[in-house]
């Protein structure tokens, strides 16, 4: 006779919830931010097993009084600050004007990537301008820092006559091969796997050159992250895997991704790749973590996982309204401070920068802007023309026009 089935407490299943809704507080006052200055910085032959400490800690190295202090200050000289700072003033005054041309109905997406600036401009000015870069959505700081031209970007958004991808594609999908910006993909996550094989490639070649790939931590659940890091540690591809926490999928707290336990730079060390955590907010981190990894790359030592640990200030798209799901003025909370005040403060402790210097600087930048809006909208916007011609639809599917399509474009008169 089978022994009696024991009753037991009844099981239940655990959904991950973030800790406020709209209607409370916001409260940041469990978030463990270790002071500036204080993670280590590792030679960069340190293989992972001997770097579990820096995927939980984070690399910072603005402190709160604007200086740049320990192992990891990459000790930028005054050019390259500049540098920094227009260009991220460039990428907010940037979103600004693209989202209100989309309340005013000239185009019908955007997405903004307020508060995660250092991310995409740190980044692109610390690889080669000949890196591939293999972009989400909310990198257009890349392309901004590599100086390709607004106008080209907005006509893009526009789906204009200018628009170099014809208006195939939805706003922000950009696409440029001569700024090494690999064109964005719908599809969560692809890229990452790809920007591998792309690394894979330049090895094979016995090229130079490095790829760059970045994948939010909402889309880390995607199989493709998977396939990423394995390919990528097998072959030890020269490839920087960046992962952009900001903490928030459209209306899904990082929790449900996997953030609640654990870090998403601990991800890194199961596949035995070298992985931080880094102050997304603190360009002077990001600039210091992706050279590191970039040098890791080039000497033939294989991937690094950046995680970014950073905040969505804004909306997650045009379409989206976070007030229904998290705390109002969550963004503005944000303990790690915004990148751009940080990098400011920064400039003005060291003596070269004033904030009458930074107002000056935030006029022309949006002159620089309003002036490329003006320029790009008289190549047409979405709502008024002038377009691409239909016919330009059928072409590109292959690369000659196969019967079939050539039949459909007769038929469509175009
Ligand atoms: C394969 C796939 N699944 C779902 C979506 C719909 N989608 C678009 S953006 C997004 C959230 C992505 O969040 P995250 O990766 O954290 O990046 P973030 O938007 O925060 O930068 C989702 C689910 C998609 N585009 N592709």
Redo the contacts with the bound molecule.
Sequence with gaps: MDAPVPVRAPLNLHVPEPPQRPGSEIDFSTLAVPPAGTARRPETDCPAADMTDLAYDLVRVLDDQGHAVGPWDPALGPDMLMRGLRSMMTVRAYDERMQRAQRQGKTSFYMKCTGEEAVAVAQAMAVDRNDMLFP?Y?QQGLLIARDWPLVDMMCQVFSNAGDRLKGRQMPVFYSSREAGFFSIS????TQYSQAVGWAMASAIKGDSRIAAAW??????A?GDFHHALTFASVYRAPVILNL?N?H???SSFHGI?GGERTTFAARGLGYGIPSLRVDGNDFLAVFAATRWAAERARANLGPTLIELFTY?AAA?STSDDPAKYRPENAGALWPLGDPIDRLRQHLIALGIWSEAKQEALAQEVTETVQAAGKEAESLGTLDKGPFHSARTMFEDVYKTMPWHLERQRQQAGV
């Design positions: 989400t909310r719908g599809n969560l996550g994948i939010g931590e909402g889309a880390t995607e952009v900001n928030w999928a459209i991704a969505r997650h």
